[in-house]
């Protein structure tokens, strides 16, 4: 059986996907990246090969992508993650139908993605200067409301009438907004709620600018936030599909990347 591997080195974290010949996903794995990238995306790697009892010696082709791709020299292809997110996207979502806009959170910048009939990205917005409206400002805030990070979706259907509003754009004066929230005796839940909204409202801007179109795909590690989730769809007013393995799209994209380019070059 041959065997092929897209690793997507983030700024925040690893993601690492191996699949068979078929594109089927085998598996999957997610690390810190850490200050050495290319030796936590070895030792990842490393760690789910045996975990799925794959020789290294099976894997035939491999792909990198995200912040560092061009880092992990062994890879035979990188690819920019706007792709593979693309790539990744559609074929995660067969069961949902054509995906026209991606929405991804990562750990320190947010996309919108537009895609066309055949799955070409035709568009893409990226906010990437400001931790607002990222996962690391979702971990911010957790940290700040002595909280889990997984367990902020759960607060933010408990919160009682119209959503507090977090306005600041930087991180760092969100932060201490909060922290003037919870001076004023707001609960917990009506704070993580109003964030959650916050996120969302930069989050639909920016698709947007894109163009809004039927569709919607939303990955990333915030995608297992049903609360943001939530506030998403309240404020697009459409539905949006969430992948079984949301945090490894990306990674997901450059194995498929990997099968079709390895088979380009068997012809």
Do not use: W
Request: proline share 2%; charged share 25%; with cysteine.
């Amino acid at each position: 059986m041959k065997y092929f591997v897209g690793i997507d080195i983030g700024s925040t974290s690893i993601k690492i996907s191996i699949i068979d010949e078929k594109k089927n996903l085998i598996g999957s794995k997610t690390s810190a990246s850490g200050s050495m990238f290319y030796k936590y995306a070895q030792e990842t790697l490393d760690l789910l090969l045996k975990e799925l009892e794959i020789s290294p010696k099976d894997v035939v082709y491999t792909v990198s992508t995200g912040y560092g791709r061009k880092l992990y020299k062994e890879a035979d292809e990188n690819i920019s993650e706007i792709t593979a997110n693309a790539i990744g996207a559609r074929a995660s979502a067969k069961e949902f139908g054509e995906i026209k806009t991606i929405i991804n959170i990562g750990g320190q910048d947010s996309k919108a993605i537009s895609l066309d009939n055949d799955g070409n990205v035709t568009n893409f917005a990226m906010n990437d200067r400001c931790a607002a409206g990222t996962g690391k400002f979702l971990d911010v805030v957790a940290l700040k409301l002595e909280m889990g990070v997984d367990e902020l979706g759960e607060k933010h259907f408990k919160a009682k009438g119209t959503p507090l509003g977090v306005s600041s754009t930087c991180a760092v004066f969100a932060e201490s907004e909060i922290i003037g929230l919870l001076g004023n005796n707001h609960s917990v839940e009506d704070i993580v709620c109003g964030v959650h909204y916050s996120i969302a409202k930069r989050i639909v801007k920016l698709v947007k600018r894109v163009g809004v179109k039927e569709g919607i795909y939303f990955d990333g590690g915030p995608a297992l936030n049903e609360g943001l989730v939530n506030a998403i769809e309240n404020e697009l007013g459409k539905r949006v599909f969430i992948p079984k393995f949301p945090q490894v799209t990306t990674s997901y994209g450059a194995a498929i990347m990997g099968v079709d380019s390895f088979l380009y070059d068997q012809n």
